[in-house]
């Protein structure tokens, strides 16, 4: 897939009552991190991108406003994936379907994840576990534009490395990232550019 | 048979239990007395002050008057479902959602009854069509407010979980699928259990009312189970509407869950 001339993520004008206005424009494969103390505003921004908080202003993907796409498929398509996971269902592999669950099965030892984990209940996963795996069923649906809203917040040295490496293969595969990350090592190693959020708007770091 | 005429000296008798159990709340410190007292003169108010209405009612059979005296309970319990659970739809949304089912659920029940099973000349006599009213509302209001307050509370509690599928892109519909699920089985479980457990575990009030008012045994029981099948079926279908129409609340054009529309109720 060769990169569209205009960028892959555009966001202009985009505000709400709580937070903005927003100017952005990421392209296919970049990956911009933001920081921020906490209630700056960082999650709001995303979730307004994916159109799950109402927002006014534009969104462009790939070219093309948001509003020229049904809701659920523009968020199938620039995805975010919250801090706090959510599920849905008893059993770990009811939350993957059909090829879905097929790609978690290489993805979990590939995570640091044991391989019998997605046959189990969701009780007994740990908040790390919970973690990765959200990440993994976030990235089976294979989003154009990932919001990853603090991917490894709850992960250790050795995790959050190979996060970072399953990240990185999907910049080279052009997907655009926002990062919310509260470490600023994280910011510049994944980051092409690097913004925080102060009082619910962005600015240079 | 007729029905053995009570006089105010057999129900002073009765009151005597009410009087023993004041007693007992006051040498065991159960601090229920007032309570009781209250509940129970307002019960006697409350019943008395309807005999009154319904005798006129039913003398006047108008029905114009028998449309205002059912509109009247129906908006009462609308009015019910709205204020029990423990979230708020903004807008008065509790009150025109459990209304609006709850009137939808009871007129269609009543209304199938009245022109089918029971037929009474003409159909919307007041001595049938205001009890069975009564009746059905009572068991659709029960449904309705369970099943209300299971999605409310469920979809603040599992709002994670909502928002995980709605951000994976599925359909507002389907992410509320499991939500939507339970809150009407949690509606319509004491009907079923109702149901189960009639004639065994308990006489239903219907059929005891009949039996002591001299109705042979085998007709109330078929008066009975008519009923039965009528406040199932009201339940059913007020807790599938309620639920449907408070989901429908909570989203909005793009699909969003919208919990910005609900509010915790002050507890005084």
């Known amino acids: 897939m060769s990169a569209p001339p205009q960028a892959r993520l555009r966001v202009a004008g985009l505000h709400s009552r709580l937070a903005g206005p927003f ?86 030892p590939r995570l640091g994840l044991p391989s019998d984990l997605l046959d189990g209940s969701v009780l007994r996963l740990s908040t790390g576990e919970r973690q990765r795996l959200a990440l993994i069923r976030a990235l089976a649906c294979a989003p154009k534009v990932f919001l990853a809203d603090e991917p490894t917040g709850a992960l250790d040295q050795d ?25 600023p090592e994280q910011a510049v190693r994944l980051g092409h550019r690097q913004f925080r959020m102060q009082d619910r708007h962005l600015v240079a770091p | 048979m007729t029905p053995i005429l009570l006089h105010p000296g057999d129900i002073a008798i009765a009151a005597v239990l009410i009087l023993l159990d004041g007693v007992l709340s006051i040498t065991l410190q159960l601090g229920l007395h007032r309570q009781l007292a209250i509940a129970a003169t307002r019960m006697v108010v409350q019943l008395v002050l309807v005999g009154f209405i319904l005798r006129a009612v039913f003398a006047i059979g108008s029905p114009w008057l028998t449309l205002a005296v059912v509109v009247t309970m129906v908006a009462i319990a609308g009015r019910e479902v709205a204020a029990r659970p423990e979230q708020r739809l903004g807008r008065f949304g509790n009150y025109a959602v459990g209304a609006s089912a709850v009137a939808m659920a009871t007129l269609l029940t009543a209304l ?21 009213v009564g009746i059905v509302l009572g068991n659709v209001l029960n449904g309705a407010s369970l099943a209300l307050d299971s999605l409310l509370g469920g979809v603040v509690r599992e709002r994670a979980a909502v928002e995980a599928q709605l951000a994976l892109g599925a359909s507002y519909m389907r992410a509320m699928r499991g939500l939507i699920r339970t809150s009407v089985r949690r509606g319509l479980l004491p009907t079923i259990n109702q149901m189960a457990a009639a004639g065994i575990i308990t006489l239903p009030g219907i059929m005891t009312g009949q039996i002591l008012a001299g109705m042979d045994p085998l007709e109330a029981a078929k008066y009975q189970i008519l009923l039965m099948f009528l406040l199932s079926g009201g339940s059913g279908l007020a807790a599938v509407a309620v639920v449907y129409l408070a989901a429908w609340r909570l989203t909005d054009d793009r699909q969003r ?12």
């Open chain 2, 112 to 132: 199938l009854a009245l022109t089918t099973a029971i037929r009474p000349h003409p159909w919307y006599d007041p001595h049938y069509a205001i009890p069975l």
């Open chain 2, 257 to 268: 869950l919208r919990l910005d529309r609900l509010t915790a109720k002050h507890r005084g």
């Open chain 1, 159 to 183: 995790a959050t490395a190979l996060v970072e490496t399953i990240l990185r293969e999907r910049l080279a595969d052009g997907v655009a990232i926002v990062l919310v990350t509260h470490s």
């Open chain 1, 23 to 108: 100017d952005l424009a990421v392209d296919a494969g970049e990956c911009i991190a933001i920081a921020g103390p906490s209630g700056s505003g960082k999650s709001l921004l995303l979730r307004m991108i994916a159109d799950l908080d109402p927002s006014e202003g534009n969104v462009w993907l790939d070219g093309r406003e948001r509003h020229d796409f049904p809701a659920p498929v523009w968020r199938h398509q620039v995805l975010y994936n919250a801090a706090e996971t959510g599920w849905w269902s008893e059993t770990v592999a009811d939350h993957f379907l059909g090829p879905a669950l097929a790609f978690a099965r290489t993805m979990v």
